[in-house]
């Protein structure tokens, strides 16, 4: 069960951060007129650092003294999470005509699979 526990905290920490995603894409793409890759970067990286803190401290309980290793393994796999989520926005809003904000969430999904199981299996091992 504690592989369970931990996928669901990590899951509700993701909700978070997909908090911070949206508003910060919605503003800088909406409001700020930023180009809809770099709103949508800013907004996945804003909420990477959110996402590791939180996960660091509930999801995974991690004392490890070695915080920034930790980090940067943490934004490691969210930095491909980011290539692939822009992937999946591309095919699915460019390519396939998809709503901008659909194509998003589910990119969201499959980029949250990613991430839970590299720092399952990795950063917080």
Not at 84 to 112: E, M
Request: glycine share 6%; charged share 15%; aromatic share 22%.
């Amino acid at each position: 069960m504690p592989f369970v526990l931990k996928f669901l905290k990590f899951c509700a920490v993701g909700f978070s951060g997909m908090v911070i995603d949206f508003g910060t894409t919605w503003l800088l793409k909406e409001k700020l007129r930023v180009n809809k890759y770099v709103a949508n970067s800013c907004g996945f990286i804003l909420a990477a650092s959110s996402n590791y803190m939180l996960n660091r401290i509930w999801t995974f309980e991690s004392h490890r003294a070695q915080i920034v290793t930790e980090y940067f393994s943490f934004v490691g796999f969210a930095v491909f999470g980011l290539a692939l989520n822009n992937l999946i926005v591309y095919i699915f809003s460019d390519k396939l005509k998809w709503n901008f904000y659909l194509a998003k969430v589910f990119a969201i999904g499959i980029v949250t699979l990613w991430n839970f199981g590299m720092n399952f299996l990795f950063t917080f091992k």
